[in-house]
């Protein structure tokens, strides 16, 4: 069984940073892109990144472009993202998701996520 379990959201203070872990099991996870997306109270899904499979290319929506930073380790099958100079518009929902496939999308159709973690950034 897929299942994908998001920790290291937190309250944080604009400017602050936080690393967001993945941990995948129930896939190859060597084997598929895989997708960060966000969703804050009262609006939809969003895309933020996205890795390749061999972890060479990311890509990222371009509020986050400079300030995030996606990586993986597929021998831990681990993904993870780190969140520098936080706003507080970056409070959301955060979820580690994959669609079963090697393309690199900004799509956040036909998704499979986890249960997601809480970044909420205020002073």
């Known amino acids: 069984e897929l299942q994908l379990v998001e920790s290291g959201g937190d309250l944080v203070q604009p400017g602050g940073s936080l690393r967001l872990s993945c941990a995948a099991s129930?896939?190859?996870?060597?084997?598929?892109?895989m997708y960060w997306v966000r969703q804050a109270p009262g609006k939809e899904l969003e895309w933020v990144s996205t890795?390749?499979?061999?972890?060479?290319?990311?890509i990222y929506t371009n509020s986050v472009r400079g300030r995030f930073t996606i990586s993986r380790d597929n021998a831990k099958n681990m993904l993870y993202l780190q969140l520098n100079s936080l706003k507080p518009e970056d409070t959301a929902m955060y979820y580690c998701?994959?669609?079963?496939?090697?393309?690199?999308?900004?799509?956040?159709?036909?998704?499979?996520r986890g249960r997601g973690t809480q970044v909420t950034v205020s002073s």
């Open positions: 129930g896939l190859t996870f060597s084997s598929f892109a």
């Open positions: 998701a994959t669609r079963g496939d090697r393309v690199i999308t900004s799509s956040t159709s036909y998704l499979y």
């Open positions: 890795i390749d499979p061999s972890g060479s290319i990311p």
